[in-house]
């Protein structure tokens, strides 16, 4: 039987599995298998790594790392943030620090190890590396440029910065990305073997393909091929309705898709297999219905037959963005059960899920 | 004095989001004695609608739509001090915030805006809005609808208790729910009155929502 490294590792190179891989993208539910508040979770390296092991044994799935938030980077320039006990941080919107169009030539370098969630993510890190290394591919999420300029602007106004001042938006882009490299270097130093890159303003929900690649396609390939470099596998995600998929596609210099919704002129996942097969998929439960709405069963049949359409190679089941943090548990369970049901593995008997199931 | 040719400059000016050009138009046609009503009726108000139909096609953007909102916005505040008022029409009143909990409201702005520019009231709680404020807002205003949205699956169960305390309280308002992770199934699960994956779709929502409400107390007074 394979480590869930190997597993990893076989599925973005779209390598033969003896089960098809499973990552729960897991930022929020995981802190419930040690029973932590959120703040716990992202301002302390230590509790985060023991929080997604804690997850990894009692799920069997096979993406574990230290995810803080999207925050990191943001907070680390300076931008307050608001800590909540039950969500994730988010940026003080009374205290933006980008309070003009101007604000966006005047990011500085910033020295990341001075800043102390930074610190502690790397030490989470490396802790997962030491010790698991040997059995998991240690993961972390990083976000693309855009996603920390709104969290220094605001989103509604770096939008509209977007169309009426888009050569300082673009010159805020290249500042943060040179940051976003940095950030992806020291934790690719720390044993990170594979980030999952946050693609969030790539689809129709936020801006036109060609506002997204005029304004960050440079800044992203710069980033794809500085953690490619590194030897990193890297992951593209977009959480959003009609994602960009061709235009990330042709931004190069990466291993897997993570998705939950299909590009707008795809009718079905086979189709978008069928174009992007050589292309690692992960996904592509939507998030709500799989920890929400459905039952065990329910979970179980569904992912065999995504199994079925889109695996073995090449394919890591899973939702297309973070698991609903309020889901049910045994709906992740449920994901590796299938994994291994559809791979003839032995899945041990699972009696509450009967009466889960009987209860809706 | 409001002519077809100055309807039609108006709205090419505002889809080119070109603000001073919008701006100096309405300026212009007050200045030369338009009727303010007019200025919205027959110039801003086809023009925004339009390109709310375009964002609908998928022809505009979230970037273009907030831009030609803030231009519209600073168009109404050169009308409003000129408007009489007996020129408001009464379509309907919608209390409107996010989620307790909730922060992200970019798509609740976009449907306030929408629902203003189809004439009805707008009140706006904001962010984070805890169910009573909703509540309270709505029986000091009488609003017909109370629209609630939320982005993140941990908010969301709170537009079901949003649900439960209007129907608690016996409000006379309908509740329309909405955000990204919100469905209608999930929507008819929690008792709301509707749901509406868009904000054009919305609007077409509330001013159904709106003439039933009306339809029922017409028919009550008429049996009483």
Redesign the interface.
Known sequence: MMTSKERMEAAFRCEEVDRVPVFCEQG?INRRALGITYQEMVTDGEKCAVTDLAWHDLIGDDGVGVYFDTCVLAESYGQPLIY?K??PP?PD?ERYILTSPDGYHQLEPIDLMEAPRFREQIKGIEMIAELAGDEVLPRTLSIEPFVTLGEMRG??QL??D???YPDDVRAGLEAVTDMEIEFCRKVIDAGVRWIMLCHDYGN?????QK?WMDLEGDSLKRLHRAIREKGCYLLVHDC?PNPYVDAAYELGDFDAFCLWSLP?DMSDWREFKAKYGHVCLNGVWE???L???RTYDQVVAESKQMIADLGPTGFILGPGCEF????SILNAVAMVDASKEAAGMKVEPRRLSSARSASH | MFTTEFTSTLRSTLLELDEAGVLDLIQKAIDDGAAPVAILEEGLTPAITEVGERFERGELFLPELLVSADIFTKAIDIVKPHLKRDDAQDKGTVVIGTAKGDIHEIGKNVVKLMLEVAGFEVIDLGIDVPEQAFLDKQQETGAEIIAASALLSSTMPRLKDLVEMVREACLPAAVIVGGAPVTEGLAKEYGADGYSPDAIGAVRLVEGLVAEARLRALRKECVQ
């Open positions: 929020g909540l039950d969500e988010y919107p989103m509604q939008l509209m977007c169309v009426r129709s929900s936020l801006m036109s506002m959003d707008k998030p709500t219905p920890g929400t709405q609903p943090q309020n889901g």
